[in-house]
């Protein structure tokens, strides 16, 4: 069995992409940073591929309730 690589993990993207509300439905407070493309899937800490999500929005964008491409465009879109 193989060691599962170590993920490279920028912080300071991370912390640059952090919004105090989220970038979908506008809701203030608790927010959480979301790999658009998954670190998983060769997603990585880049702006274009992070967005701040609340916990409902979240959970929409691991479920598929939010496309990937909507993810993107509101990042695009400001």
């Known amino acids: 069995m193989y060691a599962k690589p170590k993920r490279i993990v920028d912080k300071k993207a991370i912390q ?5 509300f989220c970038q979908v439905c506008g809701r203030w407070g608790d927010v959480h940073v979301h790999h658009i493309k ?8 880049v ?3 992070l967005i701040s999500l ?5 959970t929409k964008a691991h479920t598929g309730k ?3 491409d909507f993810l993107r465009e509101r990042v695009n879109n400001g």
């Open 16 to 20: 640059q992409a952090r919004r105090s």
């Open 38 to 45: 998954s670190k998983g899937s060769g997603g990585g800490d």
């Open 47 to 49: 702006p274009e591929n």
């Open 54 to 58: 609340c916990y409902k929005c979240h």
């Open 66 to 68: 939010l496309s990937k």
